[in-house]
């Protein structure tokens, strides 16, 4: 790969942000850098604990079964870590009472397996297998301030970093000077709050466009104990929120025999995070199992509310004139409304992208020169993220109280069929099976309209709705 003057040791990427998309992006550019450096303003705890640069974490984090297989192909091995550090199998829908938008779901023994652990877990599972790799140094407790350029500043060519506060000693001795990283590439990890829109201004370029769908949704989260000596023979709960019903609550169990508790609203029906109104938020959903299930279960934790959810898109696809070296990726790209759980998992596509935009480049250019691969990455990006996108906002769309966009006819016959779809899938398993492998982006959405879903869907609901939980053994009869 190309060498900039200055960086010394070979060929050198920085990442800005040492979060899913970061570390992830860390792992595929350790495999054509020859060092590969990831600047983290936050202080890296020494196990999977809370860090205040993820505020989210602290609210359930499902792992699309997309992003595990993801997550295992680029460190083979880590799905045991998670289960050894106390992740659990969840068997969907074997092993979840579920209340779709269309009524109680069977739960049938064919299956997908999911990991269900803390955001922290994941995300120290993934931090911890990259340290382990020779040419990835983890430089938290740095920020990235600027970025640095050419002096035509058509190609970036390393970032400003500056040193925060000592670990442990607060707000005190934070560096007020930033000194200069020299990188063969830069890849932007920021987040939502990515400053990539005033960089690429500061250096001439325009910021991009931004397209933003907001359902105005809220979350509460709180963790629990797990009630001990509690039989059920399911590990998690879910009651979906609908147009008519906007409020919405799920109970998945985590490491350290906890539950992770999650209310959300949407249309600004934000849930308390006091424990009176938390509790009544819990009560008035359309089932009471979650709060009947709270009953029992000791809290650990003060409520947490979250209210930032908003799909946001920033079109640097759409730039006409973009430096080279410069790469941005994950949530600073296009954020997703979280209750789909699409973001860690699209983060581990794009690092799939980058990889092979890289591979293409060294076909391509096998003088090392990485002219060209920003741009091609940006747009692979985006075309892969879109997808994603319109499976997000397209089920935003259905809420009337949703700002930024009015659902057209095919969206609206769209949800029309899915809400066949999902009727049938309540009671017939392999329509339910593929219906949630579309949700966990593991065939695409064109996948609801082959033969053996549309011809059940036309057919219609045979037994009706359940109007209650499917307590019975997963699979069996329902108690009459
Ligand atoms: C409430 C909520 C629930 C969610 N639930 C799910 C879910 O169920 N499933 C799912 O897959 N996803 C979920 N997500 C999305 C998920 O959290 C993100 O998509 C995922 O963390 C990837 O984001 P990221 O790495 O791009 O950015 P972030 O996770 O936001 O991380 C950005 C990182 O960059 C660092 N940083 C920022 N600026 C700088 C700088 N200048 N210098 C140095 N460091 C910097 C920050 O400290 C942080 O570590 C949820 C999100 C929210 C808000």
Redesign the pocket.
């Known amino acids: 790969m190309a060498r900039v003057s200055g960086t010394g040791g070979g060929t050198h990427a920085v990442v800005?942000?040492?979060?899913?998309?970061?570390?992830l992006g860390a792992r595929v550019l350790a495999t054509y850098f020859d060092r590969v450096t990831v600047?983290?303003?936050?202080w890296f705890p020494e196990g999977p604990e809370f860090?205040?640069?993820?505020?989210?974490?602290r609210?359930?984090?499902?792992?699309?079964v997309k992003?595990l297989e993801l997550l295992e192909q680029f460190f083979p091995g880590l799905r045991k870590d998670l289960l050894d550090a106390g992740a659990e199998i969840v068997r969907w829908p074997a092993d979840v009472l579920w209340l779709s938008p269309v009524g109680w779901s069977r739960r049938f023994p064919k299956s997908l397996s999911l990991l269900s652990a803390s955001?922290e877990l994941f995300?120290w599972g993934v931090r911890r297998r990259l340290a382990a790799l020779p040419n990835v140094r983890l430089m938290d407790g740095?920020?990235?301030?600027g970025l640095l350029a050419s002096r035509d500043n058509a190609d970036v060519t390393g970032v400003q970093v500056r040193k925060r506060a000592e670990r442990g000693l607060g707000g005190t001795g934070v560096s007020t000077e930033s000194t200069p990283l020299p990188a063969d590439l830069v890849l932007d990890?920021?987040?939502?709050?990515?400053?990539a829109p005033r960089w690429l201004v500061e250096l001439g370029y325009a910021a991009p466009s931004e397209t933003t769908i907001n359902p105005q949704l809220g979350?509460a989260s709180r963790y629990y104990a797990r009630p001990k000596g509690l039989h059920t023979n399911w590990k998690g709960l879910f009651i979906s929120a609908r147009p008519d019903s906007p409020r919405g609550g799920i109970i998945f169990p985590i490491e350290g025999d906890r539950w992770l508790v999650?209310l959300a609203g949407y249309g600004a029906d934000y849930p308390p995070t006091d424990e009176a109104g938390f509790m009544e938020f819990a009560r008035s959903l359309r089932s009471r199992v979650i709060y009947e299930a709270l009953d029992d279960a000791a809290p650990l934790s003060p409520i947490r509310g979250?209210q930032?959810?908003e799909n946001h898109w920033r079109h640097y696809e759409r730039l006409d004139r973009w430096p080279e070296r410069l790469l941005v990726?994950?949530?600073?790209v296009c954020?997703?409304n979280?209750?789909y759980?699409?973001?860690?998992?699209?983060?581990a596509l794009a690092a799939t992208t980058l990889d092979r935009c890289l591979r293409e480049q060294r076909r391509q250019r096998p003088n090392g020169d990485l002219n060209g691969l920003a741009r091609r990455f940006q747009r692979e990006v985006a075309k892969r993220s879109g997808a994603v996108w319109l499976l997000a906002t397209g089920e935003d769309l259905r809420y009337p109280t949703t700002q930024g966009a009015k659902p057209d006819l095919v969206t609206r016959l769209f949800h029309r069929y899915v809400d066949r779809v999902m009727e049938v899938a309540t009671e017939h398993a392999d329509v339910h099976l593929i219906f949630v492998e579309v949700l966990h982006l593991l065939r695409p959405p064109r996948a609801l309209f082959r033969p053996e879903v549309l011809l059940p869907a036309l057919r219609g609901r045979r037994a009706g709705a359940l109007d209650v939980p499917p307590l019975g053994s997963a699979g069996a009869p329902l108690p009459a």
């Not at 860090?51 to 974490?57: E, F, K, L, T, Y």
């Not at 609210?59 to 699309?64: A, E, P, S, Y």
């Not at 990890?189 to 400053?195: L, M």
Request: charged share 15%.
């Open positions: 800005i942000g040492g979060s899913m998309a970061g570390l600047i983290e303003r936050d860090r205040a640069g993820v505020p989210q974490s609210h359930l984090h499902v792992l699309l992003g955001r995300e740095h920020e990235a301030t990890a920021g987040g939502r709050n990515s400053h979350y999650t979250y930032r959810t990726t994950g949530d600073a954020a997703f979280p209750v759980g699409q973001g860690m998992t699209a983060a």
